[in-house]
């Protein structure tokens, strides 16, 4: 933490939320999903439980 403070102090960054592909977590819930688990796929890729379920009703709906 110090040598970011170092190397930022006085200035504004952005750290952002989620360090991967939200594609790609889409597509981990999808394949992870066992149709009673989408709060703890919620929980373990950070986002909400009403975003996996957009995501589920989203694929299921392309299908």
């Known amino acids: 933490m110090l040598k970011v403070f170092e190397q930022y102090r006085g200035m504004q960054i ?10 790609l977590a889409a597509s981990h819930v ?3 999903y066992n149709g009673q688990n989408s709060y703890e796929l919620a ?11 957009k995501v589920l009703k989203t694929r299921q709906q392309e299908k």
């Not at 952005?14 to 594609?23: G, S, V």
């Not at 950070?46 to 379920?53: D, F």
């Open 14 to 23: 952005t750290i952002p939320i989620h360090l991967y592909d939200r594609n």
């Open 30 to 32: 999808v394949e992870q």
């Open 43 to 53: 929980n373990k890729y950070g986002y909400s439980q009403r975003w996996v379920t």
